[in-house]
């Protein structure tokens, strides 16, 4: 498999503790956005998904918040492990189709 | 199932030189998409099909590039002629009807033009 190595923002965290990743999207019309998880080597792989009549919504161990007011979303990862080191991508619908954001890259120190 | 299955994973070739990338997408996934990677341009959507049809290839950068799926089972994206500027990780990705936004990825091509 394959990945970038893009200039990416980057949060470190500590195994066991809490990630917060942001996103700000740029359409107010956007109604669905989507949390991919790209893994080094790998293809995005989907994460979870909310649309614009939800706030928040859970998965395991992730927590999508969506605050439309100032159009932002976050993905919340509870008590990150190893494996959860990768970049992370916002999506939304423009157009029909999905526009990915540039990501943000999150590195856990074990 | 295998998930997205694309070849080859490394292309080297140099400028002017025809590419051609493929994609088998996943058994009964009806849509198939091309993305590129690149550092400076993020993830971009080049086309999508649907039921093997091209419905939008309205990212397809230039005329040099063309994508075909014969079947259901088989998609190519072909460069012709190469430019080191096409140098980046093509990804296909395929999806199933009412959830064609939950993408699945292959692991990509990276493509380098020298």
């Known amino acids: 498999g394959e990945s970038v190595g893009l200039h990416l923002p980057t949060l470190s965290v500590q195994e066991g503790d809490n990630s917060i990743i942001n996103c700000a999207y740029s359409?107010?019309?956007?109604?669905?956005f989507i949390w991919y998880k790209q893994e080094s080597g790998k293809g995005p792989q989907f994460i979870i998904d909310?649309?614009?009549?939800?706030d928040k919504r859970q998965g395991q161990r992730v927590t999508v918040l969506l605050n439309k007011t100032v159009k932002h979303l976050s993905l919340q990862i509870a008590a990150t492990q190893p494996g959860d080191s990768a970049v992370y991508f916002c999506?939304?619908?423009?157009?029909?189709?999905?526009?990915f954001g540039k990501g943000n890259q999150v590195v856990v120190i074990p | 199932d295998a998930g997205v299955i694309q070849s080859p994973r490394h292309e080297v070739t140099e400028m002017g030189q025809e590419v051609t990338l493929r994609c088998k997408p996943i058994?009964?996934?009806?849509?198939l998409f091309w993305y590129r990677q690149t550092m400076m341009r993020g993830l971009e959507l080049l086309i999508y099909?649907?039921?093997?049809?091209?419905?939008?290839d309205s990212g397809m950068p230039e005329d040099r590039f063309s994508a075909k799926m014969p079947n259901a089972s088989f998609s190519t994206l072909k460069i012709q002629p190469s430019e080191p500027r096409d140098s980046a990780v093509y990804f296909c990705?395929?999806?199933?009807?009412?959830?064609?936004?939950?993408?699945?990825f292959g692991p990509g091509t990276r493509l380098t033009v020298t």
């Open positions: 990705a395929s999806s199933l009807g009412q959830s064609s936004y939950e993408q699945y």
């Open positions: 359409n107010s019309a956007s109604d669905y």
């Open positions: 909310i649309r614009s009549n939800m």
């Open positions: 999506a939304e619908i423009q157009n029909n189709r999905l526009a």
């Open positions: 058994s009964g996934h009806d849509y």
């Open positions: 099909f649907n039921n093997n049809v091209p419905i939008d």
